[in-house]
T-cell receptor, first 115, second 113 residues
Framework: AQSVTQPDIHITVSEGASLELRCNYS??????LFWYVQSPGQGLQLLLKYFSGDTLVQGIKGFEAEFKRSQSSFNLRKPSVHWSDAAEYFCAVGAADTGRRALTFGSGTRLQVQP | DGGITQSPKYLFRKEGQNVTLSCEQNLNHDAMYWYRQDPGQGLRLIYYSQIVNDFQKGDIAEGYSVSREKKESFPLTVTSAQKNPTAFYLC????????????FGEGSWLTVV
């Protein structure tokens, strides 16, 4: 079964600083990988996804993520954080070779942005 | 507008009562999902359905039930057997093809009083 680890529960960065949120997955084959963002009390919005091909994927709101198979990682990055980026971020993995289409989520990283 | 509608947004339940959370989608998606979210634990899969009249248990199905009589609807019933039902519940859907993006509703808060 697949699993996802987000090692950082809470991260604080200053506005304008760069950001990297870590995500490690466990899955035997090539996974489908996703990053979602959630504002308090709301549903999840897709930031970006990796299915195949170029390992550096671009998403909405200036975010990007890089798939590194050798490290089983899919870290999310943004060069300059805005105050509106404060939210909770979830990494998720999907299985390509099973009948289960649902995603497995990490426990999330809460991002706080200081002025 | 296309999307996923969950209702009610807030629900209070007395112990021993069953409650049903509604989820409707007009995205013409084949697959639908229910997740539970607790602080610090991310999202956990309760049930999912890949086609009408069929559904599968997820990781934490005990104390919950679902039905999928129509493509656009996937209601979740939280039964009295669920020992700790207070949580945020998220419904989602996807086209069903492997790896396709899952889209989420706005969620429902359930509180047991």
């Amino acid at each position: 079964a697949q699993s996802v680890t987000q090692p950082d529960i809470h991260i604080t960065v200053s506005e304008g600083a760069s950001l990297e949120l870590r995500c490690n997955y466990s899955y035997g084959a090539t996974p489908y990988l996703f990053w979602y963002v959630q504002s308090p009390g709301q549903g999840l919005q897709l930031l970006l996804k990796y299915f195949s091909g170029d390992t550096l994927v671009q998403g909405i709101k200036g975010f990007e993520a890089e798939f590194k198979r050798s490290q089983s990682s899919f870290n999310l990055r943004k060069p300059s954080v805005h105050w509106s980026d404060a939210a909770e971020y979830f990494c998720a993995v999907g299985a390509a070779d099973t009948g289960r289409r649902a995603l497995t989520f990490g426990s999330g990283t809460r991002l706080q942005v200081q002025p | 507008d296309g999307g996923i509608t969950q209702s009610p947004k807030y629900l209070f339940r007395k112990e021993g009562q069953n409650v049903t959370l509604s989820c409707e989608q007009n995205l013409n998606h084949d697959a639908m999902y229910w997740y539970r979210q607790d602080p610090g634990q991310g999202l956990r899969l309760i049930y999912y359905s890949q086609i009408v009249n069929d559904f599968q248990k997820g990781d934490i199905a005990e104390g919950y039930s679902v039905s999928r009589e129509k493509k656009e609807s996937f209601p979740l019933t939280v039964t009295s057997a669920q020992k700790n039902p207070t949580a945020f519940y998220l419904c989602a859907s996807s086209s069903g093809a492997s790896g396709n993006t899952i889209y989420f509703g706005e969620g429902s808060w359930l509180t047991v009083v």
